[in-house]
């Protein structure tokens, strides 16, 4: 199974900005399609955004349309979330995760079922 490590979260003012990153590790990092998850305290676990393998296809959920943008680099086996115009209500821990279901083909999962690997998470916290 691909290993994955996000980094980047941090403490920002509302309407700032933050990248994270997702550092794989694995031979098939490139064939897998990835998302970006997010849970707030006491709160249920919850989909952002997703990413095919060649990075052609894009989702995104509602809150965070318009706002935040994923990307891929599988020359450096990383995957990316830009966060523009940062809100209270996005502060959670951010978790990327790999869809390591074999010769999947058809839409972006969003379900967390469909995703194997998950990172450890990183903090992203908003002040207003």
């Known amino acids: 199974q691909v290993q994955l490590v996000e980094s980047g979260g941090g403490s920002v003012q509302a309407g700032g900005s933050l990248r994270l990153s997702c550092a794989a590790s694995?031979?098939?990092?490139?064939?897998?399609?990835m998302g970006w998850f997010r849970q707030a305290p006491g709160k249920e676990r919850e989909f952002v955004a997703a990413?095919?393998?060649?990075?052609?296809?894009?989702y995104y959920a509602d809150p965070v349309k318009g706002r935040f943008t994923i990307s891929r680099d599988n020359a450096k086996n990383t995957v990316y979330l830009q966060m523009n115009s940062l809100k209270p209500e996005d502060t959670a821990v951010y978790y990327c995760?790999?869809?390591?279901?074999?010769?999947?083909?058809?839409?972006?999962?969003?379900?967390?079922?469909?995703?194997?690997?998950w990172g450890q998470g990183t903090q992203v916290t908003v002040s207003s």
């Open positions: 995760a790999a869809d390591t279901r074999p010769f999947r083909v058809g839409g972006l999962a969003t379900r967390i079922r469909d995703f194997g690997s």
């Open positions: 694995g031979r098939t990092f490139s064939y897998y399609a």
């Open positions: 990413i095919s393998w060649s990075g052609g296809s894009t």
